[in-house]
Protein backbone atom coordinates (compact mmCIF):
# COMPACT_ATOMS: atom_id res chain seq x y z
CA UNK A 1 0.00 0.00 0.00
CA UNK A 2 1.21 3.34 -0.90
CA UNK A 3 0.93 6.33 1.78
CA UNK A 4 0.57 9.65 -0.21
CA UNK A 5 1.34 12.80 1.50
CA UNK A 6 -0.92 16.05 0.35
CA UNK A 7 0.71 19.25 0.67
CA UNK A 8 -2.26 20.01 2.98
CA UNK A 9 -0.71 17.45 5.76
CA UNK A 10 1.79 19.93 6.44
CA UNK A 11 2.40 20.31 9.78
CA UNK A 12 5.43 22.67 10.37
CA UNK A 13 7.78 24.90 8.02
CA UNK A 14 10.43 26.81 8.91
CA UNK A 15 14.31 27.99 7.45
CA UNK A 16 17.23 27.84 9.14
CA UNK A 17 18.58 31.25 10.82
CA UNK A 18 21.93 32.72 9.71
CA UNK A 19 23.28 30.47 12.30
CA UNK A 20 21.88 26.95 12.30
CA UNK A 21 22.90 24.43 10.06
CA UNK A 22 20.03 22.01 8.14
CA UNK A 23 20.58 19.28 10.61
CA UNK A 24 20.34 21.37 13.15
CA UNK A 25 16.68 23.12 12.30
CA UNK A 26 15.29 19.51 11.49
CA UNK A 27 16.09 18.63 14.87
CA UNK A 28 14.68 21.94 16.36
CA UNK A 29 11.58 21.97 14.63
CA UNK A 30 11.55 18.04 15.19
CA UNK A 31 11.66 18.71 19.12
CA UNK A 32 9.25 21.66 18.78
CA UNK A 33 6.29 19.11 16.82
CA UNK A 34 7.42 16.26 19.47
CA UNK A 35 7.05 18.80 22.52
CA UNK A 36 10.83 17.74 23.74
CA UNK A 37 13.98 19.04 23.67
CA UNK A 38 16.28 18.57 21.24
CA UNK A 39 18.86 16.77 23.73
CA UNK A 40 15.44 14.41 24.35
CA UNK A 41 14.36 13.28 21.41
CA UNK A 42 14.49 9.55 20.77
CA UNK A 43 15.84 10.40 17.14
CA UNK A 44 19.17 10.45 15.27
CA UNK A 45 19.19 12.28 12.32
CA UNK A 46 22.35 10.42 11.21
CA UNK A 47 20.40 7.47 11.31
CA UNK A 48 18.42 8.35 8.20
CA UNK A 49 20.68 11.13 5.92
CA UNK A 50 23.82 12.04 6.16
CA UNK A 51 23.75 15.72 7.64
CA UNK A 52 27.02 16.82 6.24
CA UNK A 53 25.68 15.33 2.69
CA UNK A 54 22.73 17.26 3.18
CA UNK A 55 24.07 20.53 3.81
CA UNK A 56 26.13 20.28 1.10
CA UNK A 57 23.63 19.03 -1.42
CA UNK A 58 21.21 21.93 -0.44
CA UNK A 59 23.38 25.03 0.50
CA UNK A 60 20.51 27.30 0.45
CA UNK A 61 20.41 29.66 -2.42
CA UNK A 62 17.78 31.88 -3.84
CA UNK A 63 17.28 29.50 -6.79
CA UNK A 64 14.51 26.86 -5.53
CA UNK A 65 15.70 24.11 -7.68
CA UNK A 66 16.75 21.18 -5.29
CA UNK A 67 14.78 19.08 -3.13
CA UNK A 68 14.78 15.93 -1.46
CA UNK A 69 12.36 14.16 1.24
CA UNK A 70 13.36 11.40 3.50
CA UNK A 71 11.31 9.65 6.51
CA UNK A 72 11.81 11.04 10.27
CA UNK A 73 9.74 9.14 12.83
CA UNK A 74 6.53 9.96 12.17
CA UNK A 75 6.84 12.52 9.64
CA UNK A 76 7.91 13.00 6.03
CA UNK A 77 10.96 16.16 5.90
CA UNK A 78 11.31 17.67 3.04
CA UNK A 79 13.69 20.18 2.63
CA UNK A 80 14.04 22.61 -0.59
CA UNK A 81 17.11 24.30 -1.79
CA UNK A 82 16.32 27.57 -0.87
CA UNK A 83 16.49 26.39 2.89
CA UNK A 84 12.83 25.71 3.08
CA UNK A 85 11.81 22.50 5.41
CA UNK A 86 8.74 21.42 5.75
CA UNK A 87 7.35 19.00 8.36
CA UNK A 88 4.05 16.38 6.34
CA UNK A 89 2.46 13.90 8.99
CA UNK A 90 2.73 9.86 7.75
Given amino acids: MTTTTRLSDAVYTTTPDEWSDLATTIIEALAELKDE ?5 DVRLGETIDPDALEQLFDPSPDDVGYLAFPLDDYLVSVRSSGEVTFYRT
Avoid at 37 to 41: A, T, V
Fill in 37 to 41: SPIEL
